[in-house]
């Protein structure tokens, strides 16, 4: 299993797709780790990580929209809120419980199925919302 950063992610933002691609290298680096059977240590470290890089990432998207009046901001903050809770969900089941296999499954499907979904349809949008002058 990858996950790796494609063109058809792009949003035309250079610093929100350095960001993505940051993101994914990093998501990249816990899959390579399960693969490796060293998914429980890299866990953790990568929740770190993605708990710090996302406040970064998601704050410099709300700002550029609020900057630029976007009109969808605050649905699309709603979606921030939701995947950083998310994660602290994760976080705390990883604490209490120990980075078991599921959890490690449910930061998969969170960093794939919902990051992958989100810069496709939103990021996008607020990327063409941009290039669009308006
Ligand atoms: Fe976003």
């Not at 290298?25 to 470290?45: T, V």
């Not at 992958?116 to 308006?134: E, M, P, T, V, Y």
Request: aromatic share 10%; net charge negative.
């Amino acid at each position: 299993m990858a996950i790796q950063w494609t063109d058809d992610l792009a949003t035309g933002v250079a610093e929100i797709d350095d960001q993505h691609k940051e993101l994914f290298k990093r998501i990249d680096r816990l899959f390579q780790a399960c693969n490796q059977a060293q998914g429980r240590l890299e866990i953790g470290k990568t929740i770190a990580f993605l708990e710090e890089y996302v406040d970064t990432h998601f704050g410099a998207e709300e700002k550029a929209m609020k900057q630029r009046s976007y009109p969808d901001y605050g649905a699309h903050k709603a979606q921030h809120v939701y995947y950083r809770n998310n994660l602290l969900t994760i976080k705390q089941q990883i604490e209490e419980e120990g980075p078991g296999v599921h959890l490690i499954i449910l930061t998969n499907r969170l960093a794939v199925d919902w990051l992958r979904n989100h810069i496709q349809k939103l990021d996008r949008a607020f990327g063409d919302f941009l290039q669009s002058g308006a």
